[in-house]
């Protein structure tokens, strides 16, 4: 199946700094690509729809200037947190979807974890 | 709106029993309906899936009907593997393409 991979898997920062996330889609070109926050124990919460070439769009009580998105390319969104702070210490998950040849299917990123000390 | 109720877990089962998550939804239209599995430490994995009332999903033993009649999709298998362990999510899909999913449930398998 579609392989996705994100960088880092894991990272760990001072509180005050940013940190950038990389989702790519390795093998099928995505033109939307999805980011999602799961806390322990609890399900996914859709953070953004990510889309090629255009504005992301957020989900309703996100951020959008906490949680920069840029999808500059058919295999590669980015998600920044700026100015972290611990209690946006999570497992953050990038999905892309890949709607070629009658398929339309999101496949995940193994997920990156953020712990902002 | 959309949304999707599973039962809360853990569900602790000894091997080769036989297994049932349950899955029900509230949706407008005619959503698309997933089961992804999370092994420890890992990302999502579609398990199966099925796109329109009456399908089947399967995958590695697992299956799930989309039922329109009861709105659910039952996840099953009828012999669980101490592998299976893992937390298994039902999603819903509509046209935004957008994916909303259950609580997640915690599957203990015992050796």
């Known amino acids: 199946g579609a392989v996705v991979s994100q960088h880092p898997s894991w990272v760990i920062c001072k509180s005050g700094t940013s940190v950038k996330i990389e989702c790519r889609s390795l093998?099928?070109?995505?033109?939307?690509m999805f980011w999602y926050r799961q806390f322990p124990k609890q399900s996914l919460m859709l953070m953004a729809t990510s889309n090629e070439g255009s504005k992301a769009t957020y989900e309703q009580g996100v951020e959008k200037d906490k949680f920069l998105i840029n999808h500059a390319s058919l295999t590669l969104s980015t998600l920044t947190v700026t100015s972290a702070h611990p209690e946006d210490s999570s497992f953050y998950i990038c999905?892309?979807?890949?709607?070629?040849?009658?398929?339309?299917?999101?496949?995940f990123g193994p997920g990156t974890r953020l712990t902002v000390l | 709106g959309n949304s999707v109720t599973q039962m809360e877990g853990p569900v602790t089962l000894s091997e080769e029993a036989f297994l049932t998550i349950n899955c029900t939804y509230t949706a407008t239209g005619y959503p698309s309906l997933f089961w992804y599995v999370q092994y420890p430490g890992e990302g999502l994995q579609l398990l199966l899936k099925?796109?329109?009332?009456?399908d089947k999903g399967s995958n590695k033993g697992f299956e799930a009907t989309y039922r329109k009649e009861t709105t659910s999709f039952h996840l099953e298998k009828g012999s669980v593997q101490v592998s299976d362990s893992a937390v298994y999510f039902c999603a819903l899909g509509g046209a935004t393409n957008k994916l909303i999913f259950g609580t997640g449930t915690l599957l203990a398998v015992q050796p």
């Open positions: 999905s892309a979807r890949e709607a070629a040849g009658g398929t339309d299917t999101q496949y």
């Open positions: 099925a796109t329109k009332a009456d």
């Open positions: 093998d099928f070109q995505a033109t939307t």
